[in-house]
């Protein structure tokens, strides 16, 4: 029995474009807008409002729990007289100051923790001793140091923001992975260059988080101080602003006032922070 074998004819098959069904399904628009997280969060805080309302309505007591409407009515008033802003001003100017002269210690201090024992040892000692003392325990002696005035603010502050940032930025830094540093030592790169080049951007995460706690920090003892710090000074920010309406009974002002301490911390942590990490650890692919 033969087996006979032949050649198969080759052959081409043309596919035509698939054109009957879309290539994107298009999604609802009620589950696109809920994509959207501006939206959600606008959702939540819209609910709070009215559950506000609510509660103040039954409450029916404006001395106690003024109402969301009357809220906003004395912050739309504050704002369009000047004054809500004059005392934000003066506020912002303040904290900007002292959490700016917090950063480049933080900085200053976990440079030389990295770089040498002694720098290291400091770091530890120095945490573990003012990290758990509140800011605002600090206000007596320094008013007594440095008197009424901005500088006596600046000084809680600097402690408010001073040592998250470290914490933060340390442990950062220790979980930089030691091929990095090896490859920043190949380049040449010791003590402040390796810290800006190889160090910095590799602990990034770690350090926009230590920047986030310190601001928040910050912009809590502010406030706090300035309630103290107001009632001596009779000149103050948006602390002194609350005090000073708390005492006349003006309920709505007091919180009108805490409003804007939220609305800033908003709109710092969603526009400022969002920013930075979307331009940084988000485009580099450290953070999802």
């Known amino acids: 029995m033969s087996h006979s074998s032949s050649v198969r004819e080759e052959f081409e098959t043309v596919l ?53 409407l009357q809220t906003a009515q004395a912050l739309f008033d504050g704002l369009l007289s000047g004054e809500l802003l004059a005392k934000v001003w003066i506020s912002l100017v303040v904290l900007i100051k002292g ?23 400091l770091l530890s000692t120095m945490t573990s001793m003012f990290n758990p003392l509140p800011a605002i325990a600090l206000l007596p002696l320094a008013l007594l ?11 809680v502050l600097v402690h ?6 470290a914490l933060n930025t340390y442990a950062g830094f220790l979980g930089v992975s030691e091929t990095l540093r090896m490859a920043g030592r ?16 590799a602990a990034l995460p770690s350090i926009l ?24 000074s009779g000149k103050g920010g948006l602390g002194w602003y609350i005090f000073q309406n708390r005492n006349e009974l003006y309920t ?31 485009r580099w692919g450290m953070q999802r």
């Open 99 to 121: 959490y700016l002269i917090g950063i480049v210690l933080a900085f200053a201090l976990t440079t030389l923790a990295v770089s040498t024992q002694l720098g290291r040892d």
């Open 160 to 165: 408010s923001v001073l040592w998250a940032l």
């Open 252 to 282: 709505d002002k007091v919180f009108a006032g805490l409003a804007v301490v939220i609305l800033i911390g908003l709109l710092v942590e969603n526009l400022v922070f969002a920013t930075l990490e979307r331009v940084t650890v988000k």
């Open 209 to 232: 988080a230590g920047l986030k706690i310190g601001w928040a920090f910050a912009w809590r003892t502010l406030i706090a101080a300035e309630l103290v710090f107001g009632a001596t």
């Open 145 to 155: 140091w440095f008197g009424l005035g901005q500088n006596s603010l600046i000084f």
């Open 16 to 68: 035509e474009p698939l054109t009957a069904v879309p290539a994107e399904r298009e999604l609802p628009l009620g589950t696109r807008l809920w994509q959207q997280g501006w939206l959600r969060k606008s959702l939540i805080l819209i609910v709070l409002a009215i559950i506000w309302e609510v509660v103040a309505r039954i409450q029916n007591n404006d001395l106690m729990l003024p109402s969301f």
């Open 186 to 201: 190949n380049y040449g790169l010791k003590g402040l260059r390796l810290v800006l080049f190889i160090l910095i951007p």
